[in-house]
């Protein structure tokens, strides 16, 4: 069985990589590549188990992370959404020689809340990962509400992620039980401050899977990075906010 994941190059100029979340495949940056490639060379991958690339396995970040790197290009401007910001900070910690700068977006350090540690709570990772061994399909797609859970536009935010995670084949259990526990025991805050490349983090005001109040938080970890808040957006701020999504983006890369 193959393990080359399956990847989407479009425009010309700088590298710039995007990776998609927990559940998800790259289909999902659709709108936001429009506007990007324009501007640079934009790669989209669908991570191992995911869409196209459903074939491929990896049980941890640090597997997913080689997988995403072979075929990479060698050097790029990485930007992760929700678990993909996990995947492309370990990478920017881990291989600093291939990454130019970092963008996280509705990303976290540590997902599960912890003491005064804000986010999701272990009761509700716990949940989905039960649910999953029912029907996860439907764990997916309860999944997807709850990103966009908040914003005005929820409902065609749902929709639009629905219609883009269907265009392409249903991600391998395997995946997103390993997923789920990367989300659930996954804790860099510590290493963050070994992050040697200009940094962007990228909130949703109203996301309820990762408190804006994360954004504040982080600024003892990481002083030197820069942060933008979504007012309108929830877990998924390129699809809610488009055009000031890729603005920021272009702005931060061109810096």
Known sequence: MSDVLHWQTEGEGQDLVLIHGWGMNGAVWDQTVEILKQHYRVHVVDLPGYGHSAHCCASSIEETALLVLQDAPEKAVWLGWSLGGLI??????????????????????????QDEWRGIQPKVLKAFSSQLAEDFQLTVERFMALQSMGSPT?????????????????????????????????????????????????????????????????????????????????????MTETEDFCHQVLVFAAS
């Open 154 to 238: 929820a409902r065609k935010d749902v929709k639009a992620l629905k219609e883009k995670v269907l265009s392409r084949p249903a991600p391998a259990p395997e995946a997103l039980f390993s997923g789920l526990a990367m989300l659930a025991d996954i804790d860099m805050r510590a290493q963050l401050s070994n992050i040697s490349v200009p940094f962007l983090r990228l909130y949703g005001r109203l996301d309820g899977l990762v408190p804006v109040q994360v954004a504040e938080d982080l600024k003892t970890f990481v002083p030197e990075s820069q942060c933008c808040i979504f007012s309108r957006s929830s877990h998924a701020p390129f």
């Open 88 to 113: 492309a900070t370990h990478i920017a910690l881990h291989y600093k020689h291939r990454v130019k700068k970092l963008i996280t977006v509705a990303s976290s350090p540590k997902f599960a809340a």
